[in-house]
């Protein structure tokens, strides 16, 4: 990676969630009469951005002499994007191929979406909702059925025109999302009012910054029809607090749930709702996960009706149209984990969903030890994993030779596993196992004979700790502001904050662009993103009752304030 500053980096790998431009994309599904939003927001930021463009090739960091390349060489807080590159890479979390924005997802990783998978598929069973698989490509005229929708994803459509050396009479496009492929299918299942709720989920994944935003990640997408909107709108709330339980439960962060301003929400949609993280490192938020209310929208255009059951016999038969949910969950989840734990040494990754919970390391064995010792040392060691693995932990013992015990706790640390257990010669005759917690390298020691029950519980103790020094940070980080001219220097102090506001989108826009980098005057951190502050969402607990008379925050707008709207510069 070239070694500029934080944004020129995160502008070349893409980091605001827009589609990537360059190598890699493809051609749009159609042309636009009009620049459209993400277009919009593409330019804004490009011209927003002070100081050098960025190298067209990324050139790699040339290392400090007699600098330990293995492990990570750049401090987070002075360059998050290579020091995000060097994590998911060293860590083996993930390797690049030649193909820009596709990547391998190693054990380390995949484990945890694993275990995301796990979490969720059993919530949504017991909800009703069912797995299926959908084809993965779709006709042109399908996927212009909603032409609307479709754009805000046009950029990153791609496209197959040929099948083997022959070329395609019609072409194929590899969908970006699934509404066109599967409500062809809803029309011809549901007939009547008994055929509904019809809820389907898919695992699937999707054609940059890894994890964060690439053309192909793994994720779910539910979509659901219902009779009435109250009963879709129970089950929106129902999988966002389903979402955020898989980001604080498993993962150890902290979210905002809340709703989506109509500027925000989703193309189509009747409403959005989300749960929006914060990455401090920089002082961005980070839209975590959506569930939607689609309304009828999407039911009328693919004729998905039934007879009104409320209509009495006798009575002409009314057609009718469900309300349809559509929710999804991405692996860009354990982008926002890595970021938020990390440290200079490496990631630091949660107990629930560490491949490896517990590696043992056996210490203390030098030139002077008897083969006798030795064996005795070592055999203590398997038998220590071997009975934390019966209680259900995921443990490794690493007993290579050739490595000295810091190289081992270097390595181990910079690929976070959350308990080192150190075992050596005074460890063994005093009964105990020297512990070392990755999150915080705090040091102590547990008898040989209480390990099934001393670990778990150190470990239960280092997720909630994790969650709560999470919590606590973002808690911090969000600050209330009630005057125009305290926003950008809040946002500059890499805090997101909540405003009263209109809640309308003209406004929103106007303060997007008042807050930016590029109004004359206006003060910004060298270090902070210099494009302007969006709306996150409505968050659902409002820090107070906005006051009658309470005026918008924007001094341009002049209207009263509807809500406390969460506002910040994001990905």
């Known amino acids: 990676m070239a070694s500029e500053g934080v944004e020129s980096k995160m502008a070349e790998l893409n980091m605001d969630g827009t589609a990537a431009t360059g190598a890699g994309t493809t051609a749009s599904a159609t042309p636009t009469d009009k620049p459209k939003k993400q277009d919009k927001e593409r330019k804004n930021q490009q011209s927003s951005q002070k100081g050098p463009k960025p190298a067209k090739q990324p050139q790699v960091k040339k290392p400090v002499a007699n600098q330990d390349t293995k492990q990570i060489t750049v401090s987070k807080s002075e360059d998050l994007a290579e020091w995000y590159q060097q994590v998911i890479l060293k860590a083996e979390l993930l390797e690049f191929t030649d193909v820009p924005g596709c990547y391998i997802y190693l054990p380390r990783s995949y484990h945890i979406w694993e275990l995301i998978r796990d979490f969720f598929d059993l919530r949504i069973k017991a909800m009703g909702v069912e797995n299926s698989y959908f084809p993965l490509f779709i006709s042109e005229a399908n996927l212009q059925r909603e032409k609307d929708h479709v754009e805000g994803f046009a950029a990153e459509v791609a496209w197959v025109t040929e099948g083997g050396k022959t070329k395609l009479d019609k072409k194929l496009a590899v969908r970006p999302t699934s509404e066109t492929a599967m409500y062809s299918y809803y029309a011809k299942k549901i007939r009547s009012h008994r055929d509904l709720p019809l809820k389907l989920n898919q695992w699937e994944f999707k054609h940059a910054v890894p994890f964060l935003r690439s053309r192909e990640f793994l994720w779910q997408e539910g979509h659901t029809a219902h009779l009435t909107e109250a009963e879709g709108g129970k089950e929106v709330l129902e999988i966002l607090d389903h979402y955020a339980a898989i980001y604080e439960d498993l993962l150890a962060v902290p979210v905002v749930k809340g709703r989506k301003t109509v500027n925000e929400q989703f193309p189509g949609a009747h409403y959005t709702t989300t749960i929006e993280g914060f990455i401090p490192a920089v002082g961005r938020g980070i839209q975590a996960a959506t569930s939607h209310c689609l309304g009828q929208h999407f039911a009328k255009m693919f004729e998905i009706k039934i007879e009104d059951p409320t209509q009495k016999e006798g009575e002409k038969k009314d057609k009718v149209f469900p309300w349809q949910n559509s929710w999804g969950f991405t692996t860009r989840s354990i982008g926002v984990m890595i970021m938020i734990h990390g440290d200079d040494k490496g990631v630091v990754i949660p107990p629930r969903v560490s491949n490896v919970q517990v590696i043992v390391v056996v210490v203390g064995i030098t030139a002077k030890t008897t083969e006798e010792d030795k064996n005795t040392l070592l055999d203590k060691g398997?038998?220590?994993?071997?009975?934390?693995?019966?209680?259900?932990?995921?443990?490794?013992?690493?007993?290579?030779?050739?490595?000295?015990?810091?190289?081992?706790?270097?390595?181990?640390?910079?690929?976070?596993?959350?308990?080192?257990?150190?075992?050596?010669?005074?460890?063994?005759?005093?009964?105990?196992?020297?512990?070392?917690?990755?999150?915080?390298?705090?040091?102590?020691?547990?008898?040989?004979?209480?390990?099934?029950?001393?670990?778990?519980?150190?470990?239960?103790?280092?997720?909630?700790?994790?969650?709560?020094?999470?919590?606590?940070?973002?808690?911090?980080?969000?600050?209330?502001?009630?005057?125009?001219?305290?926003?950008?220097?809040?946002?500059?102090?890499?805090?997101?904050?909540?405003?009263?506001?209109?809640a309308g989108g003209e406004c929103e826009d106007q303060i997007k662009e008042d807050s930016a980098g590029t109004v004359p005057g206006q003060e910004v951190d060298a270090k902070a993103p210099s494009m302007g502050a969006k709306s996150l969402c409505i968050p659902a607990e409002q820090p107070e009752d906005i006051k009658e008379g309470q005026k918008c925050i924007n001094p341009k707008c002049g209207k009263d304030a509807a809500h406390w709207v969460l506002f910040g510069r994001s990905y």
């Open 382 to 502: 398997a038998e220590i994993k071997k009975t934390l693995k019966s209680a259900g932990l995921r443990v490794e013992l690493d007993d290579r030779e050739g490595y000295s015990p810091g190289f081992k706790f270097a390595e181990w640390e910079l690929k976070g596993v959350p308990l080192r257990l150190e075992l050596g010669p005074k460890d063994l005759e005093k009964s105990v196992v020297a512990t070392a917690r990755r999150d915080t390298g705090a040091k102590g020691s547990i008898p040989l004979a209480s390990l099934t029950s001393d670990v778990p519980k150190l470990l239960d103790i280092i997720q909630a700790d994790m969650l709560k020094k999470a919590s606590d940070e973002f808690a911090a980080h969000r600050k209330i502001v009630r005057e125009w001219k305290a926003f950008v220097p809040t946002l500059n102090d890499k805090n997101v904050i909540l405003v009263p506001h209109c």
